[in-house]
């Protein structure tokens, strides 16, 4: 089965650390760019900017709007941000749990 099989079936449901996240409903509401985010991040690791922007884009070109992308994930999960050590202005971000609202 593909990492995007999930999508495809009823309402099977993809977890991240044990906990459910997303229903085919929900995915269904998502554009492209959201969902191609969502699998970078449900791995729950810390992700750059330039990865979530490069995972929203297509053909392996970035997407400007990659972080927007991430934030409309926030309806869904709660996302953390933490600073790079030493960097005022470069965060990174991780995709953490389910808000079901």
Do not use: C
């Not at 995007?4 to 996240?21: A, I, Q, Y």
């Not at 900017?49 to 990659?66: H, M």
């Not at 934030?71 to 953390?80: G, P, V």
Request: hydrophobic share 40%.
């Amino acid at each position: 089965m593909g990492e995007n099989d999930f999508l495809l079936e009823g309402r099977k449901k993809e977890h991240l650390g044990g906990e459910l996240t997303l229903a085919n409903e929900d995915m269904a509401e998502l554009g492209q760019g959201v969902i191609r985010v969502f699998l970078l991040m449900k791995d729950g690791n810390w992700h750059t900017p330039d990865e979530i922007r490069l995972a929203a884009g297509e053909n392996g070109k970035q997407a400007t709007e990659g972080l927007r992308r991430m934030r409309e994930l926030r309806r869904h999960f709660q996302i953390e941000r933490r600073r790079v050590n030493g960097e005022k202005r470069l965060w990174i971000y991780r995709l953490v749990w389910v808000s079901w609202k």
